[in-house]
């Protein structure tokens, strides 16, 4: 009898190490940016049923929190929250090709608080662009956006965006990251550091509201923080990005149609600082 048990075992054991190799080497589902494509945008919700809260097209919206959205200014609420505390660290320069947006990831000890409780403290996990930016203040959409995303210890997401301006007084560092940046998917790391708090705006107003990630799977355990001021990024910079959404099929996207949803009933407050 005992060596039936170890026959029996030993045979689910080999089941289940099978099984679990399998889902290990299933692909990721395929998505990408472009309107235009049947795994884009507006048939993210379609692909695969995990993604299923993105909505699409026809549908329409399934999550009730859905990011990116248009921020309409005179229906914003007037707030005081907590002073965010931005506790960002240097880090090596890495550039990664995601092969879905170029993006920088972040040495542990980089911390985002946004209040006192325990969960209120995000960690920094990476920084990555998007061009031209997925959120909209009045309809207007800027040429690209910064994402800086980090998680609590409780798996929660917090992500302060920046809107990004061209300008020629663009900053340096994202002429550096973008040159720099692979043309397909990889990473590279270069000789020096960068602190993703040089790239805030010196002003800190903010609009803040519950959302989602803006890519599958679009969850929707999100805190927004949108930094009401843009940061100025030079046209070269921005060029590259264009580039790269050009040489990467899954980056390229549709200029102006990522549709960005609307703020209908959601509650966006900001946060107004000198």
Not at 77 to 95: D, V
Not at 113 to 122: E, F, I, L, N, R
Not at 223 to 251: C, E, H, N, S, Y
Request: with cysteine.
């Amino acid at each position: 009898m005992k060596q039936i048990k170890k026959t029996l075992f030993a045979v689910v054991m080999v089941v289940l190490t099978l099984l679990g190799l399998a889902w290990a080497q299933t692909p990721a589902p395929a998505w990408n940016h472009n309107p235009a494509s049947s795994i884009g945008p507006l048939h993210w919700g379609t692909v695969t049923t995990s993604f299923a809260t993105c909505g699409d097209s026809i549908t329409g919206e399934v999550g009730m929190k859905q990011s990116p959205i248009d921020i309409v200014t005179g229906n914003v609420l007037a707030a005081s929250f907590s002073k965010l505390l931005f506790k960002y660290k240097p880090t090596p320069l890495k550039i990664e090709n995601t092969g879905h947006y170029v993006e920088v990831p972040y040495d542990p000890s980089s911390y985002l608080y946004v209040g006192s409780q325990p969960t209120d403290a995000y960690q920094l996990v990476q920084f990555h662009f998007h061009a031209p930016s997925e959120h909209t203040i009045n309809g207007v959409r800027y040429d690209a956006e910064l994402h800086l995303v980090h998680t609590n210890d409780i798996g929660e997401t917090a992500v302060i965006g920046v809107l990004l301006s061209s300008s020629a007084a663009g900053l340096p560092i994202f002429d550096t990251i973008m040159a720099n940046s692979p043309t397909s998917p990889g990473e590279i790391e270069l000789s020096e550091e960068v602190n993703v708090f040089d790239l805030l705006p010196f002003r800190r107003g903010f609009y803040r509201y519950a959302g989602s990630l803006t890519t599958p799977a679009c969850s929707e355990d999100v805190q927004w923080f949108l930094m009401q001021d843009p940061v100025p990024i030079t046209p070269g910079a921005l060029a590259k990005i264009a580039q790269r959404d050009q040489l990467i099929p899954q980056l390229r996207r549709i200029p102006e149609q990522q549709p960005a949803h609307s703020q209908s009933e959601r509650q966006v407050r900001v946060e107004e600082h000198p």
